[in-house]
């Protein structure tokens, strides 16, 4: 046992593969918040009054509102005048028009992250606008959407050429003062996504965008919104990895899904922020905001996600389903170690008749690291038909490890049919001695059985993603049993 | 013990919790905090005595020794033999306003203490019953000595048209190797307030075993919070609320695992008709260290009505890894298919909801955990059953 506790040890105490950074000049504001800062960040993108008016609104209600303290998570409270609210990448003014432009030691970066840029790009038919820092650095595979009609860019160049598209949906479905840190990021949004599938068009490739945060003390407050029209279809991947740091970074996203009449949007997400080290130093701070709004009839939003990395989480993708038979979907494994923690999980607001809603959340917990799944289902008194289903299952690995589930149910429909499962357990000793005694190693036996409990969220990754997620997963937890 | 001024009680009344907290996130006491608050500017005397005699349908068809406590007060107690009944010295302040508030004002605090294994089970008759608003107060502790085991059935009633509140606090402490079965039954009256606090300390190789129906009161809020402390404990709870017009019930429960190896289970269900709201929350912590802990919570629920809505919370929290903790919860209504089979082989509608509905509560009927109430227990509940369905809207009409 002595040796087996010694091994795994070595195994848990594996470092973050990914853990570098790239000397690339950038020029950031310095530190602090007040509303000079919102319009220094405004008038450096060339925003529009409109937007500036929006922004310095949301950082006033900002300045009314207290920081929720209700999750289950703990860290000193963040001096949010102690952070930069803007970094860009230095050639900010002269913008590479093709992957040939781009800084090459950027592209390095993405090489030493194992994702050659335009090789994976072409190889996997997949475009990917590549965040890096705050601003968008590649765009690539346009032509090809553009000829079906989709907008796939930055947020910056949706404000600046498709204002009508950004100014109606932009906030519809996380206000401005829908929270702490939606407020926060609606004032101060570096950059982002934005993605608009015209009516009946199937969204011809997936679309992805990689972030990483390359500067220290700088907050990454990414705005994502993606509409799909009447009757389109798109599957949307977000996958993350950063370098390691000391102190931590605050990283407040917001992610707006608009789904009309018909129309599915598929929203995959890969997260592996730095956690930080074995001691809980450094690490993301992730508190994001992500809500799908299943507008229209027949409408379905998905959303699946593999959170391994982040020193704190807290996150919970919702789905309002206001339209007759719209369907929401959540898929998650979420993987603490060390002293990570994560307080994540879903909202399935039945509104319309006729809806319903899938929950699947797998949770591993080992180390000294505390999850918790946290889960709100409300049928509306109008949402006849409603019908959900939850399976939320948790693995511990470990004696100091946590696991906690707190699932709310508000159901005020009588034709609803909600059921709520859920389990907690380590390893059995059983199924491992099982695969010991037909000759797998330990690691193996539970990589084996934790991509088994995984199973059911993987399936629903597309391909490239649930390699990554596999891997990642093997990364934070081979044979981490004892 | 003197009673506080009157200040000090409505500074105390006014520190009710409130929707902000969490733990009442569902419940507003509002109608407790008003019923205390005129009670108090009423300035009632001596509270009238209760008339025992109207419950008396219930001691007589539960054959148990009973202790009556007419609006808080010891009337009448023939504890059978290894059982015996004083006062208690002190009552704890405890950690809540409504504990406070209880404290302030009970006048008996009642303690019970079973020596040896007991056959016949005691019954606590709670009833309280004013012609005026009042508020009783009632503290009662049940001690179980090592080795020793009885049955406890608390049946709690109301009679009178006034505005009543009633506050209760029942504590079990479970010596070593001792098991303590416990049935409690809510009957109050339609338009009263409750909110009672049962607190259980199991000891090592102890077993609880527990069965609450809730089927009156306006606004009712139970807890039980059930400590784990020694290894070996059995803990094993069910609870039903039955739920019409005009009605709220909220069932906390919190089972503290400080050791293992130990087990728990829980079972609520409940059946809602016409405009009602019922609340459960089930919470079950394992504490670090407690390994080899065994925690099952189920909560099931029939919702029959447009107006009724349920809020269902099954929470776990767990700081170890050697253990084995699941919870299910189910919101549903009566399977069509089940009601068509019966109405084909001819029962009426109503006959038909009657008997599917009761076949739901019965599961818990039948692990009542003190024999001699079973019976009672089930006819408590088909009279109740039949009232609800009554109302129940027919959807082909």
């Known amino acids: 046992m002595a040796t087996e506790t010694e091994q795994l040890e070595s195994l848990v105490n594996r470092r973050y593969e990914h853990g570098f950074v790239t000397d690339i000049a950038t020029e950031s504001l310095p530190p602090g918040l007040d509303e000079d800062v919102v319009r220094a960040i405004s008038a450096r993108k060339n925003e529009p009054q409109w937007l500036l008016e929006w922004r310095l609104q949301a950082y006033r209600q900002w300045l009314e509102m207290d920081e929720p303290e209700w999750a289950h998570v703990h860290y000193p409270k963040i001096d949010y005048n102690a952070i930069s609210y803007f970094a860009a990448p230095k050639s900010d003014d002269d913008r590479p028009k093709s992957l040939d432009e781009v800084d090459p030691k950027l592209l390095e970066t993405y090489d030493k992250l194992g994702i050659p840029l335009h090789e994976r790009a072409r190889l996997a038919g997949v475009a990917v606008d590549a965040v890096f820092d705050s601003v968008s650095v590649a765009t690539t595979f346009k032509e090809k959407l553009s000829e079906a009609g989709v907008i796939f860019c930055s947020f910056s160049e949706a404000v600046a050429e498709h204002p009508e598209l950004v100014r109606q949906y932009l906030g519809s479905v996380v206000p401005r ?22 009516k009946g068009v199937r969204c011809p490739m997936e679309l992805s965008t990689y972030f990483r945060i390359n500067a220290a003390n ?3 407050f990414e705005r994502t919104l993606v509409v799909a029209d009447e009757g389109s279809y798109v599957s949307y991947l977000e996958g993350c990895t950063a370098p390691m740091r000391d102190e931590n970074q605050l990283h407040a996203a917001v992610v707006e899904l608009v789904a009309l009449e018909d129309a599915e949007i598929k929203y995959s997400t890969v997260q592996n922020w730095y956690p930080g080290d074995e001691n809980g130093k ?7 905001t992500k809500r799908g709004d299943c507008r229209g009839a027949n409408s379905k939003i998905s959303w699946t996600q593999v959170e391994t990395g982040s020193a704190i989480t807290w996150k919970y993708p919702s789905c309002l389903l206001r339209g007759a038979n719209s369907v929401g979907e959540f898929y998650s494994v979420a993987v603490t ?9 879903t909202k399935m607001i ?58 709310y149910m508000e159901i005020r429909n009588p034709s609803a049919k909600v059921e709520h499962e859920a389990t907690t357990s380590k390893i059995s000793a059983n199924q491992l001695f099982y695969c010991r005694q037909r000759g797998i190693s330990e690691e193996d036996a539970v990589n084996m059985i934790v991509n088994g409990f995984c199973k059911e969220v993987f399936k629903e990754l597309p391909m490239e993603f649930a390699v990554e997620a596999q891997a990642l997963l093997n990364v934070s937890l081979e044979g981490a049993v004892g | ?32 905090r008003d019923i205390a608050a005129r009670w108090l500017e009423e300035k009632p005397a001596a509270a009238a005595s209760a008339s025992p005699d109207r419950a008396a349908a219930i001691t007589d068809s539960i054959d148990a020794a009973w202790l009556v406590i007419a609006n808080g007060e010891l009337q009448t107690s023939r504890p059978p033999d290894g059982v015996t009944v004083g006062k208690v010295d002190y009552i704890p302040l405890g950690d809540s306003a409504l504990a406070e508030f209880n404290a302030a004002l009970v006048s008996d605090g009642i303690r019970i203490r079973v020596s040896g294994k007991v056959s016949t089970p005691i019954g606590l008759l709670l009833i309280d019953s004013a012609e005026r608003t009042s508020v009783s107060q009632a503290y009662v502790e049940i001690e179980f000595d090592d080795g020793a085991s009885a049955g406890v059935i ?13 506050n209760t606090f029942v504590t079990f402490g479970i010596g070593e190797a001792a098991s303590a079965s416990h049935v409690r039954i809510q009957d109050r009256g339609r338009q009263h307030v409750q909110t009672s606090k049962t607190r259980v300390r199991v000891g090592k190789d102890a077993s609880f075993s527990s069965a609450s129906f809730d089927l009156g009161g306006c606004l009712v809020r139970n807890d039980i919070d059930i400590d784990i402390a020694r290894p070996g404990a059995d803990v094993s709870f069910d609870g039903l609320y039955l739920a019409g017009d005009g009605q709220h019930i909220d069932n906390h429960t919190r089972v503290d695992h400080r050791v293992g190896p130990a087990t728990s289970r829980q079972e609520y269900r409940g059946i809602l008709n016409g405009r009602c709201r019922c609340v459960w929350n089930g919470k079950a912590i394992v504490h670090e260290g407690a390994d080899g802990t065994d925690a099952d919570q189920a909560n099931h629920n029939l919702l029959l009505s447009e107006k009724a809505e349920i809020d269902a ?32 082989r001819g029962l009426d509608r109503n006959a038909a909801i009657q008997v599917l509905t009761h076949a739901f509560a019965a599961g818990l009927v039948t692990r009542v955990p003190v024999p001699a109430a079973r019976d009672a227990v089930s006819s408590l509940i088909e009279r109740r059953l039949e009232e609800l369905a009554v109302t129940i809207e027919d959807e082909e009409s």
């Not at chain 2, 409505?10 to 419940?27: G, L, M, N, Q, S």
Request: glycine content about 8%; aromatic content about 10%; charged content about 25%.
């Open chain 1, 350 to 407: 039945h509104i319309g008749p006729n809806t319903s809603s899938t929950i699947v959340s797998k949770g591993i917990s080992a180390g000294r690291a505390q999850q918790a799944y946290r889960g709100l289902v409300k049928v509306m008194p109008q949402a006849r038909g409603a019908r959900n289903h939850t399976q939320c299952d948790s693995l511990l690995i470990g004696k100091d490890c946590g696991a906690h589930t707190f699932p």
């Open chain 1, 218 to 220: 700088t907050g990454q």
């Open chain 2, 313 to 344: 919370k099954p929470e776990l929290e767990i700081y170890t890894d050697d253990v084995k903790c699941s919870h299910g919860t189910t919101v549903g209504q009566l399977d069509e298919t089940a009601l068509f089979y019966l109405r084909s």
């Open chain 2, 154 to 166: 608390e049946y709690h009633a109301s009679r009178g048209r006034a505005d009543q509140y009633a």
């Open chain 1, 337 to 345: 170690n060390n002293l990570q923690q994560a307080d994540t999980g």
């Open chain 2, 1 to 32: 013990m003197s009673r506080p001024s009157d200040d000090k009680l409505r500074e105390i009344v006014a520190r009710f919790p409130t929707t902000r907290e969490e733990d009442w996130k569902y419940t507003d006491l509002s109608r407790a």
């Open chain 1, 177 to 198: 003062r829908d929270n702490y840190f939606a407020a926060l990021n609606s004032a101060v949004f570096s950059d982002g996504s934005f993605v608009y599938v015209p």
């Open chain 1, 282 to 288: 450094g690490g993301i701070y992730n508190f994001v």
